[in-house]
């Protein structure tokens, strides 16, 4: 993760957005759920640019 300096900003407005979503909807854990979905998703796209 260290190795990965350049997603933080990205990831962090991804967790601001989901916080939203988490507070608008009332679905603490659906949006949990959403947060290890799209974290992972995240996390595999940086280290398929950085490997391609």
Known sequence: ME????????TQK???????FDV????PILSTWWMYLSAFCIVMGAIL???H
């Open 3 to 10: 190795s990965l300096p350049g997603i933080f900003p990205k």
């Open 14 to 20: 991804v967790f601001v957005l989901i916080e939203i």
């Open 24 to 27: 608008l909807s009332g679905f």
């Open 49 to 51: 640019i950085k490997t």
